[in-house]
């Protein structure tokens, strides 16, 4: 006796109002009783963490093991629901020998359904030689579905898939089971309207003065007398990095960055963009009972020196900003295997972006030997770049929600002013300054999920029509390209090997 699932899959992925459909095949040599074959689509967030060095229970270093059930429907295939109710309870059916197929489909909703406890075999895991049992948890988070993660083996996994069980009556024959992963990637939230407004990281430096070494006199030759020109003021300029306000990136495009450079005083040296380096750093926390960590990987989109770029001329006036070009980096979009933010019961994905700009003075014959390098980083948030379908959105138009007071649109300060005092300080390098950042304007993005395809009746809307971006996840974190392991993040011992 064999069963297996065969997953219709129209799309790489799917997404959130897709339905999912396949078949159960079931097939046996002989005549079988079966109770019942029962299709089931589940969606689990898994994280299993070791205490610190040092900290121990029962005089040894435990682990610990939460899971979360986020998505969990049920139908059963066989018997058909006119058998069911025509037959007694807890009977049992003879299935002829053959090849059976049985259909199913589901529809994936929006939010997760995560359970206040899991089951026995839910929470059951098997480690090794070590057979591990998760403790329920109460902490609970109603959100959008999060996308498929992995590339932390061991430590942190979300993964879906569609699963078959074929029930046996007997207590001493085994049931028979069978799985198909599949991937998934949200739709994004509702985005604001456009807006002019900006939010923005900000550096102030000052170029030091350039001493000039004079001229050894040569005795086979006569003195001349030259002219002792006096050295012009070095520069002092102001790096912004801009983003749209809310800070959004969308997977698979480029960034909508802008970066403007301004001198800040009256000086006739040009200034020369030498460097450009822009990673997104990528932080994953995971957090399993008790215990909590912070991964961190850095992706570089692009990292370009020894530009000799001409920024300004030493006509340029002082408070002019000067642009660099975005030919840059918009025509290199997110790698595909950027996740979007997401936050669930026990696993959350943030991300900023870090800009390091590399700038030197002088004139076109003579660029000046000193170079400076200004990080910008600002915290942005990664969607998808599914859009939810217009009938949702009328739907969720329709729903009550709290009118958020009106607010001015801010204006970012002069460059000759310190912002506001709201700074941003990653609390991942608290000594660590890296660029006075503007916060954005409240934005108009609702800070709950959309409302359940119940609330907003998307069960009977269509699936999802329109452009869907790549999505692959990678094995490990050392094999994703350009990613790499950031060692500044945590100085821990590796959980596994």
């Given at each position: 006796?064999?069963?297996?699932?065969?997953?219709?899959?129209?799309?790489?992925?799917?997404?959130?109002?897709?339905?999912?459909?396949?078949?159960?095949?079931?097939?046996?040599?002989?005549?079988?009783?079966?109770?019942?074959?029962?299709?089931?689509?589940?969606?689990?967030?898994?994280?299993?963490?070791?205490?610190?060095?040092?900290?121990?229970?029962?005089?040894?270093?435990?682990?610990?093991?939460?899971?979360?059930?986020?998505?969990?429907?049920?139908?059963?295939?066989?018997?058909?629901?006119?058998?069911?109710?025509?037959?007694?309870?807890?009977?049992?059916?003879?299935?002829?020998?053959?090849?059976?197929?049985?259909?199913?489909?589901?529809?994936?909703?929006?939010?997760?359904?995560?359970?206040?406890?899991?089951?026995?075999?839910?929470?059951?895991?098997?480690?090794?030689?070590?057979?591990?049992?998760?403790?329920?948890?109460?902490?609970?988070?109603?959100?959008?579905?999060?996308?498929?993660?992995?590339?932390?083996?061991?430590?942190?996994?979300?993964?879906?898939?569609?699963?078959?069980?074929?029930?046996?009556?007997?207590?001493?024959?085994?049931?028979?089971?069978?799985?198909?992963?599949?991937?998934?990637?949200?739709?994004?939230?509702?985005?604001?309207?456009?807006?002019?407004?900006?939010?923005?990281?900000?550096?102030?430096?000052?170029?030091?003065?350039?001493?000039?070494?004079?001229?050894?006199?040569?005795?086979f030759r006569k003195q001349s007398t030259t002219t002792i020109t006096t050295p012009s003021e070095p520069p002092n300029i102001s790096i912004d990095g801009r983003l749209p306000d809310p800070a959004i990136?969308?997977?698979?495009?480029?960034?909508?960055?802008?970066?403007?450079?301004?001198?800040?005083?009256?000086?006739?040296?040009?200034?020369?963009?030498?460097?450009?380096?822009?990673?997104?750093?990528?932080?994953?926390?995971?957090?399993?009972?008790?215990?909590?960590?912070?991964?961190?990987?850095?992706?570089?989109?692009?990292?370009?020196?020894?530009?000799?770029?001409?920024?300004?001329?030493?006509?340029?006036?002082?408070?002019?900003?000067?642009?660099?070009?975005?030919?840059?980096?918009?025509?290199?979009?997110?790698?595909?295997?950027?996740?979007?933010?997401?936050?669930?019961?026990?696993?959350?994905?943030?991300?900023?972006?870090?800009?390091?700009?590399?700038?030197?003075?002088?004139?076109?014959?003579?660029?000046?030997?000193?170079?400076?390098?200004?990080?910008?980083?600002?915290?942005?948030?990664?969607?998808?770049?599914?859009?939810?379908?217009?009938?949702?959105?009328?739907?969720?138009?329709?729903?009550?929600?709290?009118?958020?007071?009106?607010?001015?649109?801010?204006?970012?300060?002069?460059?000759?002013?310190?912002?506001?005092?709201?700074?941003?300080?990653?609390?991942?390098?608290?000594?660590?300054?890296?660029?006075?950042?503007?916060?954005?304007?409240?934005?108009?993005?609702?800070?709950?999920?959309?409302?359940?395809?119940?609330?907003?009746?998307?069960?009977?809307?269509?699936?999802?029509?329109?452009?869907?971006?790549?999505?692959?996840?990678?094995?490990?974190?050392?094999?994703?390209?350009?990613?790499?392991?950031?060692?500044?993040?945590?100085?821990?011992?590796?959980?596994?090997?």
């Amino acid at each position: 006796m064999a069963v297996r699932i065969a997953l219709d899959k129209p799309h790489a992925y799917f997404t959130n109002l897709d339905f999912i459909t396949g078949r159960i095949i079931f097939s046996t040599s002989t005549d079988e009783s079966v109770s019942g074959i029962v299709v089931k689509l589940e969606g689990e967030s898994r994280t299993r963490l070791a205490a610190p060095p040092g900290v121990q229970r029962d005089a040894r270093t435990y682990t610990e093991l939460e899971i979360h059930k986020l998505l969990y429907k049920v139908v059963t295939v066989f018997p058909s629901q006119e058998l069911q109710q025509a037959a007694p309870r807890n009977a049992s059916y003879i299935v002829p020998s053959g090849q059976h197929v049985y259909p199913f489909r589901f529809k994936l909703p929006f939010n997760n359904d995560c359970s206040a406890s899991n089951s026995m075999f839910t929470n059951l895991n098997l480690s090794g030689r070590r057979m591990e049992m998760a403790r329920d948890t109460t902490k609970h988070v109603k959100k959008t579905l999060p996308p498929s993660l992995s590339g932390f083996p061991g430590e942190a996994e979300i993964r879906y898939f569609v699963k078959v069980t074929v029930q046996r009556p007997a207590f001493y024959k085994e049931n028979f089971r069978a799985t198909a992963d599949f991937k998934f990637l949200p739709i994004e939230p509702p985005r604001p309207p456009p807006n002019r407004r900006e939010s923005y990281a900000r550096r102030q430096h000052r170029f030091s003065p350039h001493i000039q070494n004079p001229e050894k006199a040569d005795i086979f030759r006569k003195q001349s007398t030259t002219t002792i020109t006096t050295p012009s003021e070095p520069p002092n300029i102001s790096i912004d990095g801009r983003l749209p306000d809310p800070a959004i990136i969308t997977c698979n495009e480029p960034l909508p960055l802008r970066v403007l450079v301004k001198k800040l005083n009256e000086t006739s040296e040009a200034i020369f963009l030498q460097l450009l380096q822009i990673e997104l750093i990528c932080y994953t926390r995971i957090r399993a009972h008790e215990l909590q960590r912070t991964e961190g990987n850095i992706l570089v989109i692009t990292s370009l020196s020894n530009l000799r770029i001409a920024l300004s001329n030493s006509d340029s006036q002082s408070g002019k900003e000067m642009e660099i070009d975005d030919k840059l980096w918009n025509r290199i979009p997110l790698p595909n295997t950027v996740a979007p933010s997401f936050d669930t019961c026990n696993l959350s994905r943030t991300y900023e972006l870090e800009i390091r700009v590399g700038l030197s003075y002088g004139s076109p014959g003579s660029i000046k030997p000193e170079l400076t390098v200004q990080p910008l980083r600002m915290p942005v948030a990664i969607y998808s770049g599914i859009a939810p379908p217009p009938a949702l959105l009328a739907a969720m138009a329709g729903l009550p929600q709290p009118q958020p007071q009106a607010q001015p649109e801010p204006v970012p300060p002069p460059f000759g002013q310190r912002p506001s005092s709201n700074h941003f300080s990653p609390d991942t390098s608290p000594g660590l300054s890296l660029g006075q950042y503007g916060p954005p304007a409240p934005s108009d993005i609702p800070s709950e999920a959309p409302p359940s395809y119940e609330d907003a009746m998307a069960e009977h809307m269509a699936p999802v029509d329109g452009p869907r971006r790549e999505y692959q996840q990678p094995e490990s974190r050392e094999t994703v390209g350009d990613e790499k392991r950031n060692g500044g993040f945590r100085n821990e011992e590796r959980l596994f090997p």
